[in-house]
């Protein structure tokens, strides 16, 4: 991946100590300078850490992409610190309630839709000045919830499905001004989240967590679960000049559980 962000600005929501470290982490290894942006402000600290450890600038704008006026200060920090964005990375989300529809309560679904989607559009909008002065891209972190209909992840799965529609809306409007728009729809990531709820698994199954990944892995084409960094990897190629003309699409990164 050496390269190929090379001097580009990518601005990262939702960055966290799972896969928003790693499409930090990974966005810099491939040249760029990052502005990171999530609410909590020590997490944001300990990843620029490692960015400029690594050679590349990084600076941190604590954020709410639901609140208008916070999602204008980052806008307005990035442009005072770089003086361009080239690249979006809208990676903030909201777990899934994991009980059917029929049991959900209404204000977790306008939670997830607020952040996931009306969060990611005000990003979005607000970034698209200085994306189309660089003729720049958006990468929407989607998931794999898109190909399934397991009952517990429905409310997930409409804000995901939202998500994704807006984003090839988004790349039919914006394409005229040179902003390509595209998203990525991870599988199971093995992580720390990942990593505690088989653990939970295990221990209501009477079994080990090794099982639990095998019989996981047992579904995916490659009998393994992605990482953090091939996700990011994924993130970091739709984001870069390689992608020149690809816009409007849905990558499945999921070690091959489901075909699209």
């Not at 990974?26 to 990052?34: H, T, W």
């Not at 990171?36 to 300990?46: F, H, K, N, P």
């Not at 953090?228 to 984001?239: E, G, M, R, T, Y």
């Amino acid at each position: 991946m050496n390269g190929i962000l090379t001097d580009k600005v990518v601005v990262i929501s939702g960055v966290g100590a799972g896969l928003g470290r790693s499409i930090a982490l990974r966005s810099a290894a491939a040249g760029a300078d990052l502005v990171l942006a999530a609410r909590t402000e020590s997490t944001l600290e300990d990843v620029a850490k490692e960015v400029i450890a690594n050679g590349r600038r990084a600076i941190t704008v604590p954020t709410d992409i639901t609140d208008q006026a916070s999602a204008e200060n980052l806008v307005r920090r990035s442009m005072e610190a770089y003086g361009r964005v080239d690249v979006l990375v809208n990676n903030a989300y909201k777990l899934p309630s994991m009980v059917d529809l029929a049991h959900t309560d209404h204000e977790h679904i306008r939670e997830s839709v607020e952040l996931s989607v009306i969060g990611s559009l005000r990003m979005s909008q607000l970034f698209t000045p200085a994306l189309a002065e660089s003729k720049g891209s958006i990468v929407m972190i989607n998931s794999m919830v898109l190909r399934h209909s397991d009952p517990i992840y429905g409310s997930y799965k409409l804000s995901k499905a939202a998500l994704l529609s807006m984003s090839q809306s988004l790349a039919s409007e914006l394409g005229p001004r040179g902003i390509r728009v595209n998203s990525i729809a991870p599988g199971y990531i093995w992580a720390e989240a990942v990593k505690e709820y088989f653990e939970g698994v295990a221990a209501e199954q009477g079994c080990t967590v090794e099982q639990v990944y095998e019989q996981t892995a047992a579904n995916m084409d490659l009998r393994r679960l992605p990482e953090p960094d091939q996700i990011a990897d994924a993130v970091a190629f739709l984001a870069s000049d390689m992608a020149a003309a690809i816009t409007g699409q849905c990558l499945d990164v999921n070690c091959g559980e489901y075909h699209h």
